[in-house]
C-alpha cells in the first residue's frame, strides 16, 4: 500500500486547514486509516482514525470538536478537516494504513498500522 499526504501549510492561529491521503496499490486487507503527528524531538502522536467500512471515528483528546476525519472509499482517501487550528498543532502530518482489524482501545498505538505514508507540514503560526 502506497500513501501520499498532501495538503499542508502556513496559516493562523483560528484558522481552518483539510489535509488529505490517498492510498493504492493495496491487495489484501484493508480496515482503518489514521493520522498521526510529529514534532521534532518528540514521539509520534495520534490524531483521529476512521474504519474504511463501517466509518467508526477516532479521535485524540486534543483534537476533539476541532478535527474531523473523514473518508471516500472510491477514491480510496482519507481527509482531516482542523478547524480552530492552535500553534500546538503545528507538525509534520503522517497517514497510516491498518490492513487488519484493531480493538478500539488499540486505534491509537502505531504499532496497529502496517504501512505509513509521507508526511505533510502544518505550521500554525501568527
Known amino acids: 500500500v502506497q500513501l501520499q499526504a498532501s495538503g499542508g501549510g502556513l496559516v493562523q492561529p483560528g484558522d481552518s486547514l483539510k489535509v488529505s491521503c490517498v492510498a493504492s496499490g493495496w491487495n489484501y486487507g484493508r480496515y482503518a486509516m489514521g493520522w498521526f503527528r510529529q514534532v521534532p524531538g518528540k514521539e509520534r502522536e495520534f490524531v483521529a482514525a476512521v474504519t474504511w467500512s463501517a466509518g467508526t471515528t477516532y479521535y485524540a483528546d486534543s483534537v476533539k470538536g476541532r478535527f474531523t476525519i473523514s473518508k471516500d472509499n472510491a477514491k480510496k482517501t482519507v481527509y482531516l478537516q482542523m478547524n480552530d487550528l492552535k500553534t500546538e498543532d503545528t507538525a509534520v502530518y503522517f497517514c497510516?494504513?491498518?490492513?487488519?482489524?484493531?480493538?478500539?482501545?488499540?486505534?491509537?498505538?502505531?504499532?496497529?498500522?502496517?504501512?505509513w505514508g509521507n508526511g505533510t507540514l502544518v505550521t500554525v503560526s501568527s
Open positions: 497510516a494504513h491498518a490492513n487488519s482489524p484493531y480493538p478500539p482501545a488499540a486505534a491509537g498505538s502505531w504499532t496497529a498500522y502496517d504501512h
